[in-house]
């Protein structure tokens, strides 16, 4: 069974600074995805950012890039030049290639001060 | 814009006094997913429908149903609900299965068991 760590319950940053996001998971698989989601408060989940894990280089979303370390099963989030939206729950979640479940992590809470 | 609802957004009952709560979805996807999301924790999966066909996870208890009565709604039926059924409840879609196409979330029911 795959599992999904986030190791940092809460966090907080400065408006316009940078911020990553831990996360590392565990599986057997060779081939499959891997998402960071976020879920702003009383608002709905989005997807912020996804890899495949059979593509070397990083995915990267506007002010939102990860760092993929497929060797050491870690997937972390930097959000650049950080914004009071982006205050969120924020979820990094796994799917093998031949799977429709999304195994989540616990997630982190960001929280971007003004 | 094409969503994914969910009624009512919060929703209290008693225990064991029958509960439903609504999904519905303007995207025309394949698939609706439930999850169940406890405080501070992962949304888990309950179950899902691919067009007509259901698809329980192994772990959902019995107490958990669903209906799909057509491609735009799902319902989410807990027949006897408990203290311990107090969750957030997110419904979500995807055009199909495979890890690949993203899930698309609702708002979510904020369910109260009193």
């Known amino acids: 069974a795959q599992t999904v760590t986030q190791s940092q319950p809460e966090m907080s940053v400065q408006e316009a600074e940078t911020v990553t996001l831990s996360c590392t998971y565990d599986?057997?698989?060779?081939?499959?995805?891997l998402f960071w989601y976020k879920q702003p408060p009383s608002r709905q989940m989005i997807l912020v950012i996804r890899q495949e894990a059979y593509k070397q280089q990083n995915a990267t979303e506007n002010r939102f890039s990860v760092n993929f370390q497929k060797a050491a099963k870690s997937f972390s989030l930097k959000i650049s030049d950080s914004q009071l939206g982006d205050t969120a729950m924020y979820f990094c979640a796994f799917a093998g290639a031949g799977s429709y479940q999304l195994t989540f992590g616990k997630g982190t809470k960001l929280s971007v001060i003004p | 814009d094409a969503m994914v609802i969910q009624n009512p957004r919060y929703q209290v009952t008693q225990f064991g006094k029958p509960v439903t709560l609504s999904c519905s979805q303007t995207l025309n996807h394949n698939v609706m997913y439930w999850y169940q999301q406890k405080s501070s924790q992962a949304p888990k999966l309950l179950f899902h429908?691919?067009?007509?066909?259901?698809?329980n996870e192994a772990d959902t208890p019995d107490n958990f149903q669903s209906r799909r009565p057509n491609t735009s709604f799902c319902f989410l039926d807990i027949r006897s609900p408990g203290l311990g059924d107090a969750a957030m409840y997110l419904c979500?879609?995807?055009?199909?299965?495979?890890?690949?196409?993203?899930?698309?979330f609702g708002p979510g029911t904020r369910l109260t068991v009193l």
């Open positions: 599986t057997s698989e060779n081939n499959y995805y």
């Open positions: 979500a879609t995807s055009r199909e299965r495979e890890a690949f196409h993203e899930q698309f």
């Open positions: 429908y691919y067009d007509k066909d259901f698809n």
